[in-house]
């Protein structure tokens, strides 16, 4: 038997919202990854800096400059 056009309605309105809650739950998803993909990215340059730093103090203390430039 087919539907009357209220009964229609009202699902085409009930999978609309349900549309509209999954795509809110999704956007705050993407908003939290960017965050976290912000948190790392600053995280990860820290640590590039810090290795550098101690790569160019490991070479500078295995590398002693001559005696003339003391």
């Known amino acids: 038997m087919d539907a009357t056009p209220e009964e229609r309605l009202t ?3 009930a999978h609309l919202a349900h549309l509209e809650r999954q795509n809110e739950a999704l956007n705050e998803v993407v908003i ?6 912000t948190r790392l990215t600053a995280q990860l340059r820290r640590i590039t800096e810090s290795v550098e730093n101690a790569e160019r103090e490991r070479i500078a203390a295995t590398n002693p400059k001559p005696p003339h430039y003391q």
């Open 32 to 37: 939290e990854q960017s965050r976290t993909l």
């Open 11 to 13: 699902r085409i309105e």
